[in-house]
């Protein structure tokens, strides 16, 4: 299964389990409606395709995508997302057809000659995020004691590297997002028990975010580029894996913490072998003085993994702190479900932590779905 299949399959199961608890149907129900309003004879096809399988037609796509972002009561954010793994040729077309007030708010100017500020759309309102990952500080909760022991890893040099392992849709992507945005986020855009203040100097520190999902991350000249690019760092003339280690040795001097995500899709790339892996761990070991670290995720230790991929760098075992997500603890859970801007009640509050498991990504789905029945 490609990547893209299996966000696909992703995307769709989300789906379909979110207007199954939002109409209180089974996944049965739902996937035989879904497949009559597609002109089949019940749910087979649905789900077939819930296994990686992309629908053979852009009618069915579209009518698809449709039938679950009315039904669920998703946003354009998903729709686009959706239609990107299906590998729909046109998916702003398609959202810009089912969302046409985004493209009103997009467009209007007001009599100051400024464009409308981005929290005064409905879309920055939600506080329910369902599908992608959390980006905005003030919208993540929880995982208080492993980022209280990450930022204790980086207060002095050398600065140790962190893996961040976890199930799929337990919010390891999240994660890296608030570890790089929080420090430098003013105060009045995060909730009151937010605590900023984890690093000395914060600003001093250089954040990279790479997503290994995104194909381009996984050539290694585009990888290497986009690293020097992104810390500020002279390009060379030639854009070797030597002069990249020429130009970080030499010029880097500042704390600097590169976050990859998803280190299980750059395994799988020819392009990023053996030696690519041992000269980042000499980069880190010997080069940097202490100043750079790297943050991973994965869905197994890194060790295991290079090893199931045929890679074992020694690289993946400089991951000494291992940190594994699992269930929110109860009061995060709290924490998050009372973000609501109209109260649930205990019944209902009750119900979405027996339901979800404290899970992240069920409490999301659950809070959105109780808030738009209300």
């Not at 608030?178 to 000395?200: E, F, G, K, M, S």
Request: proline share 7%.
């Amino acid at each position: 299964m490609t990547r893209s299949e299996d966000k696909f399959a992703g995307l769709l199961t989300e789906g379909v389990h979110l207007i199954r608890l939002r109409e209180a149907k089974t996944i049965q129900i739902v996937q035989d409606e879904l497949g009559y309003a597609l002109g089949r004879e019940g749910g087979s096809s649905i789900e077939y395709w819930r296994k990686g399988h992309i629908p053979p037609t852009l009618a069915d796509i579209e009518k698809l995508s449709q039938e679950i972002v009315t039904r669920a009561g998703l946003q354009r954010d998903w729709l686009k997302q959706f239609l990107a793994s299906a590998e729909h040729p046109y998916p702003d077309r398609i959202c810009d057809q089912f969302f046409p007030q985004t493209e009103s708010v997009a467009s209007t100017v007001v009599t100051n000659g400024q464009l409308p500020l981005a929290g005064t759309t409905s879309f920055d309102s939600d506080p329910f995020i369902v599908g992608p990952p959390i980006t905005r500080p003030r919208h993540f909760f929880g995982r208080n004691v492993e980022i209280r022991r990450i930022f204790s890893l980086w207060k002095r040099r050398p600065l140790q590297n962190v893996a961040i392992i976890g199930p799929k849709r337990s919010g390891k992507t999240s994660l890296l997002h608030y570890i790089r945005a929080i420090t430098t986020t003013p105060a009045n855009q995060v909730r009151a028990d937010q605590n900023v203040h984890w690093l000395p100097n914060p600003k001093q520190y250089r954040w990279v975010f790479v997503d290994f999902q995104d194909a381009r991350m996984c050539r290694r000249e585009r990888l290497l580029s986009y690293l020097l690019t992104s810390l500020e760092l002279p390009l060379p003339d030639a854009n070797t894996l030597e002069c990249f280690m020429d130009v970080v040795s030499t010029h880097l001097q500042t704390p600097t913490i590169i976050l990859m995500d998803e280190i299980g899709a750059a395994l799988l790339s020819p392009e990023l072998d053996l030696q690519f892996w041992g000269s980042l761990r000499s980069l880190v070991s010997n080069s940097t003085g202490g100043n750079l670290a790297f943050v991973l995720t994965a869905h197994e230790t890194p060790a295991l993994l290079a090893q199931q991929e045929g890679k074992p760098s020694p690289f993946f075992n400089i991951f000494g702190h291992t940190f594994k997500l699992g269930p929110l603890k109860e009061n995060e859970a709290r924490a998050l479900i009372a973000g609501s801007p109209r109260p649930f009640s205990e019944v209902d509050t009750d119900w979405i932590l027996n339901q979800s498991g404290c899970w992240p990504f069920l409490l999301q789905i659950l809070c959105h779905a109780r808030l738009c029945a209300l």
